[in-house]
T-cell receptor, first 115, second 112 residues
Protein backbone atom coordinates (compact mmCIF):
# COMPACT_ATOMS: atom_id res chain seq x y z
CA UNK A 1 0.00 0.00 0.00
CA UNK A 2 1.26 3.46 -0.92
CA UNK A 3 -0.84 5.12 1.80
CA UNK A 4 -1.40 8.81 1.03
CA UNK A 5 0.34 10.25 -2.01
CA UNK A 6 0.62 13.88 -3.09
CA UNK A 7 1.76 15.59 -6.25
CA UNK A 8 3.75 17.65 -6.90
CA UNK A 9 6.44 17.59 -4.17
CA UNK A 10 7.64 21.10 -4.98
CA UNK A 11 6.11 23.99 -6.92
CA UNK A 12 7.01 27.59 -7.59
CA UNK A 13 4.27 29.92 -8.82
CA UNK A 14 4.06 33.57 -9.72
CA UNK A 15 1.42 35.73 -8.08
CA UNK A 16 -1.90 35.28 -9.84
CA UNK A 17 -1.16 31.87 -11.32
CA UNK A 18 -3.40 28.92 -10.56
CA UNK A 19 -2.61 25.33 -9.75
CA UNK A 20 -4.13 22.15 -8.35
CA UNK A 21 -2.54 19.96 -5.70
CA UNK A 22 -3.45 16.30 -6.05
CA UNK A 23 -3.94 13.80 -3.24
CA UNK A 24 -4.89 10.14 -3.31
CA UNK A 25 -5.23 7.41 -0.68
CA UNK A 26 -5.49 3.65 -1.06
CA UNK A 27 -6.67 2.77 2.46
CA UNK A 28 -10.41 2.97 1.69
CA UNK A 29 -10.74 5.87 4.13
CA UNK A 30 -13.90 7.94 4.25
CA UNK A 31 -12.43 11.24 5.45
CA UNK A 32 -9.78 13.37 3.77
CA UNK A 33 -8.16 16.66 4.76
CA UNK A 34 -5.98 19.48 3.49
CA UNK A 35 -3.69 21.35 5.90
CA UNK A 36 -1.12 24.05 5.54
CA UNK A 37 1.93 24.24 7.77
CA UNK A 38 3.74 27.51 8.40
CA UNK A 39 6.60 28.06 10.87
CA UNK A 40 5.24 28.57 14.38
CA UNK A 41 1.63 28.11 13.26
CA UNK A 42 1.23 24.38 13.48
CA UNK A 43 -1.11 22.53 11.13
CA UNK A 44 -4.09 24.59 10.07
CA UNK A 45 -7.06 22.89 8.43
CA UNK A 46 -8.04 24.35 5.06
CA UNK A 47 -10.88 22.01 4.00
CA UNK A 48 -11.97 18.52 4.79
CA UNK A 49 -14.31 15.91 3.34
CA UNK A 50 -16.11 13.44 5.56
CA UNK A 51 -17.33 11.36 2.63
CA UNK A 52 -17.40 11.27 -1.13
CA UNK A 53 -19.45 14.18 -2.41
CA UNK A 54 -19.17 16.35 0.71
CA UNK A 55 -16.71 19.07 1.64
CA UNK A 56 -16.53 21.49 4.57
CA UNK A 57 -14.48 24.53 5.41
CA UNK A 58 -11.76 24.39 8.01
CA UNK A 59 -9.91 27.20 9.81
CA UNK A 60 -8.35 28.92 6.78
CA UNK A 61 -10.41 28.25 3.61
CA UNK A 62 -10.11 31.66 1.92
CA UNK A 63 -8.30 31.53 -1.42
CA UNK A 64 -8.77 27.76 -1.85
CA UNK A 65 -11.26 25.37 -3.41
CA UNK A 66 -11.44 21.60 -3.11
CA UNK A 67 -12.94 18.69 -4.99
CA UNK A 68 -13.60 15.22 -3.64
CA UNK A 69 -13.43 13.49 -7.00
CA UNK A 70 -14.17 10.03 -5.61
CA UNK A 71 -13.44 8.12 -2.43
CA UNK A 72 -9.70 7.95 -3.20
CA UNK A 73 -8.94 11.47 -4.42
CA UNK A 74 -9.18 14.93 -2.88
CA UNK A 75 -7.69 17.91 -4.74
CA UNK A 76 -6.89 21.43 -3.58
CA UNK A 77 -7.01 24.33 -6.03
CA UNK A 78 -5.48 27.78 -5.78
CA UNK A 79 -7.29 29.95 -8.33
CA UNK A 80 -5.08 33.04 -8.03
CA UNK A 81 -1.99 32.36 -5.95
CA UNK A 82 -0.72 34.99 -3.49
CA UNK A 83 2.61 35.17 -1.62
CA UNK A 84 0.67 34.55 1.64
CA UNK A 85 -0.08 31.06 0.32
CA UNK A 86 3.60 30.13 0.40
CA UNK A 87 3.57 27.12 2.71
CA UNK A 88 3.92 23.37 3.02
CA UNK A 89 0.64 21.63 2.21
CA UNK A 90 -0.26 18.26 3.68
CA UNK A 91 -3.07 16.00 2.65
CA UNK A 92 -4.33 13.43 5.16
CA UNK A 93 -6.95 10.71 5.38
CA UNK A 94 -8.67 8.88 8.22
CA UNK A 95 -11.24 6.10 8.55
CA UNK A 96 -13.90 8.58 9.68
CA UNK A 97 -17.08 8.11 11.62
CA UNK A 98 -15.55 7.64 15.06
CA UNK A 99 -15.58 11.19 16.39
CA UNK A 100 -12.58 13.07 15.12
CA UNK A 101 -12.29 10.56 12.32
CA UNK A 102 -9.70 8.37 14.00
CA UNK A 103 -5.99 8.28 13.23
CA UNK A 104 -4.98 10.57 10.40
CA UNK A 105 -2.41 9.38 7.88
CA UNK A 106 -0.49 12.16 6.18
CA UNK A 107 1.00 12.44 2.73
CA UNK A 108 4.62 13.55 2.22
CA UNK A 109 3.66 17.20 1.66
CA UNK A 110 3.96 19.76 -1.14
CA UNK A 111 6.30 22.71 -0.68
CA UNK A 112 4.74 25.67 -2.50
CA UNK A 113 6.43 29.00 -3.06
CA UNK A 114 4.53 31.95 -4.52
CA UNK A 115 6.71 34.77 -5.82
CA UNK B 1 -15.18 26.66 17.19
CA UNK B 2 -12.52 24.66 18.94
CA UNK B 3 -9.29 26.36 19.98
CA UNK B 4 -6.25 24.38 21.15
CA UNK B 5 -3.39 26.06 23.02
CA UNK B 6 -0.06 24.24 23.42
CA UNK B 7 2.88 25.00 25.73
CA UNK B 8 5.78 25.35 25.67
CA UNK B 9 6.67 26.17 22.08
CA UNK B 10 10.24 24.94 22.64
CA UNK B 11 11.54 22.49 25.22
CA UNK B 12 15.08 21.29 25.87
CA UNK B 13 15.73 18.36 28.19
CA UNK B 14 18.78 16.32 29.06
CA UNK B 15 18.86 12.83 27.59
CA UNK B 16 17.35 10.43 30.11
CA UNK B 17 15.17 13.09 31.76
CA UNK B 18 11.41 13.44 31.34
CA UNK B 19 9.56 15.88 29.09
CA UNK B 20 6.05 17.22 29.58
CA UNK B 21 3.98 19.10 27.00
CA UNK B 22 0.66 20.64 27.97
CA UNK B 23 -2.44 21.55 25.96
CA UNK B 24 -5.75 23.19 26.72
CA UNK B 25 -8.91 23.15 24.63
CA UNK B 26 -12.02 25.30 24.56
CA UNK B 27 -14.89 23.11 23.31
CA UNK B 28 -16.45 21.10 26.14
CA UNK B 29 -17.86 18.69 23.51
CA UNK B 30 -14.36 17.58 22.49
CA UNK B 31 -13.79 13.92 23.29
CA UNK B 32 -10.83 12.77 21.18
CA UNK B 33 -7.28 13.96 21.84
CA UNK B 34 -4.46 12.67 19.61
CA UNK B 35 -0.76 13.52 19.70
CA UNK B 36 1.37 13.62 16.56
CA UNK B 37 5.15 13.63 16.17
CA UNK B 38 6.86 15.27 13.21
CA UNK B 39 10.53 14.68 12.63
CA UNK B 40 12.49 17.21 10.60
CA UNK B 41 11.44 17.18 6.95
CA UNK B 42 8.91 14.39 7.46
CA UNK B 43 5.17 14.04 7.75
CA UNK B 44 3.31 14.04 11.10
CA UNK B 45 2.57 10.62 12.58
CA UNK B 46 0.24 9.61 15.38
CA UNK B 47 2.08 8.49 18.53
CA UNK B 48 -0.76 8.17 21.04
CA UNK B 49 -4.36 9.23 21.49
CA UNK B 50 -6.93 9.29 24.26
CA UNK B 51 -10.69 9.48 24.40
CA UNK B 52 -12.65 11.25 27.09
CA UNK B 53 -13.85 8.10 28.79
CA UNK B 54 -10.34 7.49 30.20
CA UNK B 55 -8.05 9.71 32.25
CA UNK B 56 -4.67 8.25 31.32
CA UNK B 57 -3.14 6.06 28.65
CA UNK B 58 0.40 4.66 28.44
CA UNK B 59 2.46 3.18 25.66
CA UNK B 60 5.98 2.27 26.77
CA UNK B 61 7.80 5.58 27.50
CA UNK B 62 4.88 7.75 26.40
CA UNK B 63 1.79 8.62 28.40
CA UNK B 64 -1.09 11.03 27.98
CA UNK B 65 -3.29 12.37 30.77
CA UNK B 66 -6.64 14.08 30.40
CA UNK B 67 -8.52 16.36 32.79
CA UNK B 68 -11.93 17.03 31.23
CA UNK B 69 -13.07 19.30 34.05
CA UNK B 70 -10.12 21.64 33.51
CA UNK B 71 -10.08 21.03 29.73
CA UNK B 72 -6.44 20.17 29.57
CA UNK B 73 -4.35 17.20 28.53
CA UNK B 74 -0.64 16.48 28.64
CA UNK B 75 1.99 14.33 26.95
CA UNK B 76 4.67 12.77 29.14
CA UNK B 77 7.82 11.23 27.70
CA UNK B 78 10.08 9.43 30.18
CA UNK B 79 13.73 8.39 29.78
CA UNK B 80 14.11 10.63 26.75
CA UNK B 81 16.37 9.52 23.91
CA UNK B 82 17.95 11.39 20.97
CA UNK B 83 15.29 10.01 18.61
CA UNK B 84 12.62 11.83 20.64
CA UNK B 85 13.88 15.12 19.17
CA UNK B 86 11.01 16.35 16.98
CA UNK B 87 8.01 18.66 16.89
CA UNK B 88 4.99 17.37 18.82
CA UNK B 89 1.42 18.46 18.11
CA UNK B 90 -1.61 17.99 20.30
CA UNK B 91 -5.10 18.08 18.82
CA UNK B 92 -8.74 17.91 19.82
CA UNK B 93 -11.96 16.82 18.17
CA UNK B 94 -15.60 16.18 19.00
CA UNK B 95 -18.24 13.73 17.83
CA UNK B 96 -19.90 16.49 15.82
CA UNK B 97 -17.63 15.98 12.82
CA UNK B 98 -14.43 14.35 11.58
CA UNK B 99 -12.17 17.38 11.79
CA UNK B 100 -9.48 17.84 14.39
CA UNK B 101 -7.88 21.12 15.44
CA UNK B 102 -4.15 21.12 16.13
CA UNK B 103 -2.10 23.11 18.60
CA UNK B 104 0.84 25.11 17.27
CA UNK B 105 3.40 22.51 18.22
CA UNK B 106 6.30 22.04 20.64
CA UNK B 107 9.84 21.63 19.36
CA UNK B 108 11.56 19.15 21.69
CA UNK B 109 15.36 19.08 21.82
CA UNK B 110 17.10 16.21 23.60
CA UNK B 111 20.49 17.36 24.82
CA UNK B 112 23.40 14.87 25.02
Amino acid sequence: NAGVTQTPKFQVLKTGQSMTLQCAQDMNHNSMYWYRQDPGMGLRLIYYSASEGTTDKGEVPNGYNVSRLNKREFSLRLESAAPSQTSVYFCASSPGGTGGGGEQFFGPGTRLTVL
Amino acid sequence: GENVEQHPSTLSVQEGDSAVIKCTYSDSASNYFPWYKQELGKRPQLIIDIRSNVGEKKDQRIAVTLNKTAKHFSLHITETQPEDSAVYFCAASSNRDDKIIFGKGTRLHILP
